[in-house]
């Protein structure tokens, strides 16, 4: 079993910055890959960034050059620097991992990006 518990969420207006948290917690050992998703309403969910346990990241391209994902092993989390934010970067921002073909998921921290 993995648990994952996101934090850092909020109200922020354009241009400004957040970071989520994801604090993972079990048999987190042997897993690779870390995802940051995101759902806006009346959308599917989509992936944001990854990165594996190289260091190696990934990122749609809406966020590229303004979103960094990174990961800090000795706290068992992972990050997600967002910067320049806009009004469509709103959306409830979940982690999210896989470990033995199970995929786990927190539960989401809501990001509102408004003047």
């Known amino acids: 079993q993995v648990q994952l518990v996101e934090s850092g969420g909020g109200l922020v207006q354009p241009g400004g910055s957040l970071r989520l948290s994801c604090a993972a917690s079990?048999?987190?050992?042997?897993?690779?890959?870390w995802d940051w998703y995101r759902q806006a309403p009346g959308k599917q969910r989509e992936v944001v960034a990854s990165?594996?346990?190289?260091?190696?990241?990934a990122y749609v391209d809406s966020v590229k050059g303004r979103f960094t994902i990174s990961r800090d092993n000795a706290k068992n989390t992972v990050y997600l620097q967002m910067n320049g934010l806009k009004p469509e970067d709103t959306a409830v921002y979940y982690c999210?991992?896989?470990?033995?073909?199970?995929?786990?998921w927190g539960k989401g921290t809501l990001v509102t990006v408004s003047s």
């Open positions: 990165i594996t346990s190289g260091g190696l990241t």
């Open positions: 999210h991992t896989a470990r033995g073909g199970v995929g786990y």
């Open positions: 079990g048999s987190i050992f042997t897993i690779n890959t």
